[in-house]
């Protein structure tokens, strides 16, 4: 099993250009994230997945957007960059949601660092 | 939302010593999970743990719910257990960190 893979891992973009980071898991997880990282801020909730079809905004949704079309991928899309986005970007998935019982481990990917200038 | 405190902020350690790491939590949860992030990035899930006391070699973990509160034990600390440690908590399809733990262990 890879387990989370995340891709890439750096990336610079110029404002106003759009990407999306790739994540996929090979655990056959039903609840899949993002969050990012800034420093002093800890893990901050992006976007989330309870399954195939569902996703749900956290934290700090604006200027991304998500989709789940299949149980092992859960892309992440920026519209248009701007520098706010310069940040660690996590993605996480566990075998069920958190909140819900057992089984709600989260594994995590390396995680991509992208620098918007 | 759920608010997640963790203290102290920053912690240099000598190795050898041990050391007790703190996360307090507004909420009731159903679950709380700790975390090491190693210097290169990478965070690995250490305990998961909604309560009572929980223990992997060197490390321990005590997570009283009704209190909310969750303690972390570094005994005989090693220069590896340097990086952040951060907890999560679990609620409402969503984890909630706190904003970590910075552990220097010096040699």
């Known amino acids: 099993n890879a387990g989370v893979t995340q891709t890439p891992k750096f990336q610079v973009l110029k404002t106003g250009q759009s990407m999306t980071l790739q994540c996929a898991q090979d655990?056959?997880?039903?609840?899949m994230s993002w969050y990012r990282q800034d420093p002093g801020m800890g893990l901050r909730l992006i976007h989330y997945?309870?399954?195939?079809?569902?996703?749900d905004q956290g934290e700090v949704p604006n200027g991304y957007n998500v989709s789940r079309s299949t149980t092992e991928d859960f892309p992440l899309r920026l519209l248009s960059a701007a520098p706010s986005q310069t940040s660690v970007y996590f993605c996480?998935?566990?075998?069920?949601?958190?909140?819900?019982?057992?089984?709600?481990?989260?594994?995590f990917g390396q995680g991509t660092r992208l620098t918007v200038v | 939302g759920i608010q997640v405190e963790q203290s102290p902020p920053d912690l240099i350690l000598q190795e050898g010593a041990n050391s007790t790491l703190r996360c307090n939590f507004s909420?009731?949860?159903?679950?709380l999970q700790w975390f090491h992030q190693n210097p290169w990035g990478q965070l690995i899930n250490l305990f998961y743990?909604?309560?009572g006391t929980k223990q992997n070699g060197r490390l321990s973990a005590t997570t009283v719910a009704t209190e909310r509160y969750s303690l972390l034990y570094i005994s005989s600390s090693q220069t590896t257990d340097s990086g952040v440690y951060f907890c999560?908590?679990?609620?409402?399809?969503?984890?909630?960190f706190g904003k970590g733990i910075t552990l220097s262990v010096r040699p």
């Open positions: 996480a998935s566990s075998y069920r949601p958190p909140g819900q019982g057992a089984n709600t481990e989260a594994f």
């Open positions: 655990m056959n997880h039903e609840y």
């Open positions: 997945s309870v399954g195939a079809g569902i996703t």
């Open positions: 909420d009731s949860v159903n679950n």
């Open positions: 743990i909604p309560s």
């Open positions: 999560a908590v679990e609620a409402n399809s969503k984890l909630t």
